[in-house]
């Protein structure tokens, strides 16, 4: 099955191969969202996508289904009880005990005990569902609108109508083939509140921890139903969703709504984290593009970079050190706010997937390679 790594690599392409596969693939997959992860001791060495904090505990999600978490700051792992053994993109955790981790195959897990075991709470087939009941809406309010409108705005309004049957033929493919599209990307607020995003446009929204979710796709402004790669908040509570073709969503009141802001870059992006000031963003992707905000998105400038590695994730020390990882062992490190970045390249060049600071000024990333210790600029601890 096709890593996060991989889809970020490779794009489009790598998540449009994955709607080609044959009927006894599909049955596959529904296999293994039903086949609990396995236990092993290698999990830690196995391929891992995201990392996030509950507390002082370090959890970590990758392949085969493995979430491990650790008390020691990563010296030594324990490895969660998780129902499924799909590849697992994305890991955040509202509180210290409630968490959720999203995947292929559209799957959505909660934890309420710091990561130690999880529930399936969703599939990508009850998401599709989700997505074709709120289209359907969409139509039969644009059906009245084309109806009551005068004849002038009658051509602008019939060519959005055509896009909806057009986006609610697709999801009805979708739903024929099966539980494929993977969300990619999860943030919740508390234990209540969250959303989660994914392949083709798939947003989705809980007030309540889970138990139920709304098809949040049609607050955004994504008619060509792009990618969404990243979703997360900065400082000063603004969210920001980052995808493919350069999209970049803003939201100044907890996701209620969401404004569409006019990107710097037509590639795809990756990620996007704050720099620890009110309002700033540093948005990141493709060939090591980096862009920075001072003011929610509404304007960019290109941070200098001597990397074309594609970035993938980043965080923020408690100093004020701002650290992007990517592919090809690229970590990049700025002491200045995020001005400028000085690149190092780990020695195994084995893609970096997330970074989360410990001790001191060390980190500890994830990546194709597992866990790894290193200090501040990247290199593997002694």
């Known amino acids: 099955m096709a890593t996060r790594l991989m889809c970020k690599t490779l794009g489009a392409a790598c998540l449009g191969l994955s709607m080609a596969l044959s009927a006894p693939t599909v049955f596959a997959l529904a296999d293994i969202i039903e086949t609990p992860s396995r236990p092993t001791t290698l999990a830690p060495a196995h391929l891992l996508n995201d990392v996030d904090t509950a507390g002082d505990r370090i959890v970590a999600a990758g392949v085969r289904g493995h979430i491990i978490f650790s008390d020691d700051g990563g010296e030594t792992w324990v490895q969660g009880e998780v129902p499924v053994s799909v590849t697992l993109t994305g890991v955040d955790f509202g509180t210290e005990q409630h968490g959720w981790a999203v995947g292929h195959s559209g799957v959505v897990l909660h934890s309420d005990d710091a990561g130690e075991n999880w529930d399936l709470q969703l599939t990508g087939v009850r998401a599709a569902e989700l997505a074709i009941e709120s289209r359907q809406e969409q139509i039969d309010d644009m059906e009245q609108k084309l109806e009551e409108a005068p004849e002038e705005e009658k051509d602008e309004l019939d060519w959005a109508l055509g896009d909806l049957y057009f986006s609610l033929e697709n999801l009805q493919a979708d739903l024929e083939i099966g539980p494929v599209n993977p969300f990619l990307d999860v943030w919740f607020e508390n234990d209540k509140h969250g959303f989660v995003v994914g392949a ?20 955004l402004e994504n008619p060509s139903s792009f990618h969404l790669n990243s979703i997360g908040r900065i400082t000063g509570g603004g969210l920001v969703i980052v995808g493919e073709a350069g999209q970049i969503f803003v939201s100044v009141d907890g996701g209620e709504s969401w404004e569409k802001r006019e990107s710097p870059y037509e590639g795809s992006l990756f990620g996007a984290i704050g720099t620890g000031n009110v309002n700033e963003i540093l948005a990141f992707g493709l060939r090591g593009n980096i862009f920075f905000s001072s003011d929610l998105g509404r304007s960019w400038k290109v941070v200098p970079s001597e990397s074309d590695a594609t970035l993938n994730d980043g965080t923020v020390s408690e100093d004020g050190r701002i650290t992007l990882v990517g592919n090809g062992g690229a970590v990049l490190m700025s002491t200045n706010g995020g001005d400028t970045f000085r690149p190092y390249f780990r020695d195994d060049r084995e893609g970096v997937m997330d970074v989360v600071p410990v001790s001191g000024t060390n980190l500890l990333i994830v990546g194709e390679g597992g866990v790894k210790h290193t200090d501040a600029r990247g290199k593997n601890l002694q």
């Open 200 to 219: 083709y446009g798939m947003f989705l929204r809980t007030t309540d921890g889970g138990k139920t979710w709304k098809d949040w796709a049609p607050k």
